[in-house]
């Protein structure tokens, strides 16, 4: 090789190594974006004067767009090319940042992170695209190393960041800068990314599946805005219509889905899929694990400011031992125990993670509007490791008797019903938590009400997870690999979605 070869290639590999650090940033402002806003949520309502069915379509909204675009966004970026497709999603997730930090009154906030979730769902998709198009397979290894570390390390980063940026007040603003702070990132990615980020496309990309979306939309719709709203306007009889509606939506999702695939064979959902015993059992799993963590993490943080009175810093600080927990079990449950002890790891979890929530029902019964942050630490760390071994092995758990050619699209649509369970979770929480809170509180009331709702709304999640428990014996005993030699293998590990055809 000649010194202009040589140096030609060294500049190929630093290339790689920058673009490598462009899109796992973006990974990492995507998954600090979500945990961020839960903790600065009481300040939004007590600063813009949003309302409890406002809360949570700023929650819910993110999810419900990110979940309805995913694997659209995975197809743009297939056909049209997954620099542009990751341009255009952290531009777009950037602007719509902008909104976020500015918006006027609470409806202009939900809208904006109604916009910030669809251009998360074209950004991340292309992030594991990208390292496939840039990296070799002998390489991957390291790089979803990295990954499963950067994931990690939002978990544990974005509630803390966003309680000191709360705190802190900068500038007066309040809780915006938990969503202009994405500003300068976003713009750096996007400067960077245009000049290092090689270009890719599929070799064969699927025809986008419009209809599909659309349909899959307004079922989510139909049911989740009369969950959201109905408690508050008094369970009117459209809301009760709207979500019988949404099943008739679904019915024919599902009968144009199966046409669609014999027609093109670019369904949004491959139903074939489903035939697998192990991948049907899996995607309930992962909707209901959604529904349990959309759920817990809105009134947990409810309960901990509202309920409780304690300070975004405070509650932030408190949720630690969790967050290291669900690292460090995520990491042994991969490495070490599900190799040797397979699908009972993940049902051990839901079981360990069903016995941290009733061991903080009865604290929270027990200690009152008295407890302390260390006396939460037990429940939160027996949590955390229940979650962290369910985490990082379902994906692999549920792929592993999908056969290859459709692996992307098992991936993709893992991802997508984990997000809607999410978005579920969020709506439900005004049936199994306001619910349970009167209208007209005095100061007085408004501790123990919020304590008493908490209770009753964890007591749906420990019956969750209990489903969990039983849906997993559908899964098989011990994940075969279902990707040949392993280069693909770690991609099921993360929980990004991988939506290369």
């Known amino acids: 090789m000649t010194s202009t070869e040589t140096s030609a ?41 949003a309302s409890f069915s406002q809360i949570q379509w700023i929650t819910a909204g993110y999810a419900l767009a990110f979940a309805a675009g995913l694997i659209t966004g995975g197809r743009l970026g297939d056909i049209h090319g997954r620099k542009r497709l990751f341009l255009v999603g952290i531009g777009g997730f950037t602007l719509a940042s902008a909104l976020c930090g500015f918006a006027a009154n609470p409806e202009m906030l939900v809208a ?26 002998h390489e991957r290894g390291k790089v979803f190393g ?28 309040a809780w915006r800068p ?14 960077l990314g245009s ?55 679904f019915g024919a999702l599902v009968v144009y889905e199966r046409r669609k695939g014999a027609r093109d064979g670019s369904p949004l959902v491959e139903l074939s899929l489903f035939r697998v015993k192990s991948f049907a059992a899996g995607i309930a799993v992962q909707t209901v694990f959604g529904v349990a963590l959309g759920v817990f993490f809105l009134v947990w943080t409810l309960y901990m400011q509202v309920g409780l009175g304690w300070t975004p810093l405070r509650a932030g600080l408190t949720g ?16 070490k125990l599900v190799p040797r002890f397979g699908r009972g790891v993940l049902q051990a979890g839901a079981l360990v993670m069903a016995a941290g929530v009733l061991i903080y029902i009865w604290e929270a019964h027990r200690y009152g509007l008295s407890i302390a942050s260390w006396q939460m630490a037990l429940p939160l760390v027996v949590m955390g490791v229940g979650m962290g071994l369910i985490v990082a092995p379902l994906t692999d758990a549920v792929l592993s008797e999908v056969p290859r050619e459709h692996s992307g699209s098992a991936s993709g649509l893992i991802n997508t019903v984990q997000q809607m369970g999410n978005a579920l979770g969020l709506g439900l929480v005004s049936v199994v938590f306001f619910g349970e809170i009167g209208d007209r509180l005095t100061a007085q009331q408004v501790g123990p009400a919020f304590v008493s709702a908490f209770q009753h709304a964890l007591g749906w999640v420990a019956a969750l997870m209990a489903g969990i ?8 005993r011990r994940p075969a690999q279902h990707v040949e030699g392993g280069a693909d293998a770690p991609a099921a590990q993360v929980k990004e979605p991988e939506l290369v055809p």
């Open 320 to 335: 630690v031992p969790f967050s290291i927990a669900v690292s460090t079990a995520a990491g042994l449950s991969v490495q």
């Open 178 to 191: 938990i969503f202009l702070i994405n500003l300068p990132v976003g713009i750096a990615g996007l400067i």
């Open 195 to 249: 000049r290092f980020i090689t270009e890719s496309k599929a070799p064969r990309a699927l025809k986008l599946d419009l209809v599909g979306v659309a349909l899959v939309t307004l079922g989510l719709l139909m049911l989740l805005y009369p969950l959201t709203r109905g408690r508050e306007l008094g369970w009117p009889l459209w809301g009760y219509v709207s979500m019988a509606g949404a099943l008739v939506v």
């Open 9 to 49: 290639a060294v500049r190929a590999d630093r290339r790689r190594w920058f673009a490598l650090a462009i899109v796992m940033t973006a990974a990492f402002m995507d998954l600090v974006d979500v945990t961020i806003v839960n903790i600065a949520i009481p300040s939004i309502q007590e600063e813009a004067g």
């Open 112 to 137: 904006a992170r109604i916009l910030q979730g669809g251009m998360a769902a074209m950004m991340v998709p292309q992030v594991l695209s990208i390292v496939h198009a840039t990296f070799p397979a």
């Open 469 to 476: 428990f039983l849906l997993m014996f559908a899964l098989p």
């Open 146 to 173: 990295l990954f499963g570390a950067i994931v990690g390390l939002g978990a544990v980063s974005g509630p803390l960041l966003g309680a000191l940026l709360t705190e802190w007040d900068l500038f007066g603003l």
